[in-house]
T-cell receptor, first 118, second 113 residues
Framework: AQTVTQSQPEMSVQEAETVTLSCTYDTSESDYYLFWYKQPPSRQMILVIRQEAYKQQNATENRFSVNFQKAAKSFSLKISDSQLGDAAMYFCAYRSALNAGNNRKLIWGLGTSLAVNP | ETGVTQSPTHLIKTRGQQVTLRCSSQSGHNTVSWYQQALGQGPQFIFQYYREEENGRGNFPPRFSGLQFPNYSSELNVNALELDDSALYLC????????????FGPGTRLTVT
């Protein structure tokens, strides 16, 4: 079974600085998708960025980028020029590329709480 | 484009009671997934519905059941509520035939006393 591990329960960053959140996963599959979601105090889970395992190029979305290391099964999120609105829980999630039954589910880490200090 | 909506926002029930949570999927999406998120935890997959049929289920007992309607909206029903059912229930919609991202609603906070 696949697992997702986020080893940093809490992180903090100064406004305008850069922070990296870590995520590792375990799978025997070769094709899958990885996601970072943000959950602010409003509770709504917001998709931040996604990565397809078959793509070697790291995904980038404005101030958010990932460092995807497939062999190491590592998927870290870098937030540049941090803003106060970035403060939230950040979850790393895995989804199999197989489209049968439970394979379509997202498997989640425990999350990292990010504080942004002014 | 209408996003995912859920109702109610908050709910308080007594142990042993039954509850129904509702979700309207994002426009154009035909698949709905339900997740349970306990306090301080990541979400756990309950089940997924596609074309009104259950299409995958996580490790939840049969007292967790669901429905999907022709307009792709969905309900999550929980019978014989237990204290451990207290959690945030998240609904996510996606397009099975298109991009694989799941888009989430704001959740329903269920408290069982």
């Amino acid at each position: 079974a696949q697992t997702v591990t986020q080893s940093q329960p809490e992180m903090s960053v100064q406004e305008a600085e850069t922070v990296t959140l870590s995520c590792t996963y375990d799978t025997s599959e070769s094709d899958y998708y990885l996601f970072w979601y943000k959950q602010p105090p409003s509770r709504q889970m917001i998709l931040v960025i996604r990565q397809e395992a078959y793509k070697q190029q790291n995904a980038t979305e404005n101030r958010f980028s990932v460092n995807f290391q497939k062999a190491a099964k590592s998927f870290s999120l870098k937030i540049s020029d941090s803003q106060l609105g970035d403060a939230a829980m950040y979850f790393c999630a895995y989804r199999s590329a197989l489209n049968a039954g439970n394979n379509r589910k997202l498997i989640w880490g425990l999350g990292t709480s990010l504080a942004v200090n002014p | 484009e209408t996003g995912v909506t859920q109702s109610p926002t908050h709910l308080i029930k007594t142990r042993g009671q039954q509850v129904t949570l509702r979700c309207s999927s994002q426009s154009g999406h035909n698949t709905v997934s339900w997740y349970q998120q306990a306090l301080g935890q990541g979400p756990q997959f309950i089940f997924q519905y596609y074309r009104e049929e259950e299409n995958g289920r996580g490790n939840f007992p049969p007292r967790f059941s669901g429905l999907q309607f022709p307009n792709y909206s969905s309900e999550l029903n929980v019978n014989a509520l237990e204290l451990d059912d207290s959690a945030l229930y998240l609904c996510a919609s996606s397009d099975r035939g298109g991009p694989y991202e799941q888009y989430f609603g704001p959740g329903t906070r269920l408290t069982v006393t």
